[in-house]
Nanobody, 115 residues
Framework: QVQLVESGGGLVQAGGSLRLSCAAS????????MGWCRQAPGKQRELVAT???????YYEDSVKGRFTISRDNAKNTVYLQMNSLKPEDTAVFYC?????????WGQGTQVTVSS
């Protein structure tokens, strides 16, 4: 089992920045991919960014150049630095960890961007 706890969400004006954190605990040694998804009201959950244990990253097109995912293996924590935020980034952001064929999810953290 893996437990994920997110933090760092909040309310920010358009153009502002937030940094989300996701702390992992439990059976974390075999985690390969960690990442962030988001779900806006009335929309499906979508993948935002991922990072492998080796540091390879992926970004969804709409966040490229604005968001940066990073991973501190010593702290078992993944971060999502979000800059130049837009109102359309408003969503609940969920951290996830892929362990074999199982995906574990955090509880989610709300990000609201005002115009």
């Amino acid at each position: 089992q893996v437990q994920l706890v997110e933090s760092g969400g909040g309310l920010v004006q358009a153009g502002g920045s937030l940094r989300l954190s996701c702390a992992a605990s439990g059976s974390i040694f075999n985690i390969n991919v960690m990442g962030w998804c988001r779900q806006a009201p009335g929309k499906q959950r979508e993948l935002v960014a991922t990072i492998t244990s080796g540091g390879s990253t992926y970004y969804e097109d709409s966040v490229k150049g604005r968001f940066t995912i990073s991973r501190d293996n010593a702290k078992n924590t993944v971060y999502l630095q979000m800059n130049s935020l837009k109102p359309e980034d408003t969503a609940v952001f969920y951290c996830y960890a892929n362990l074999g064929s199982t995906i574990f999810w955090g509880q989610g953290t709300q990000v609201t961007v005002s115009s």
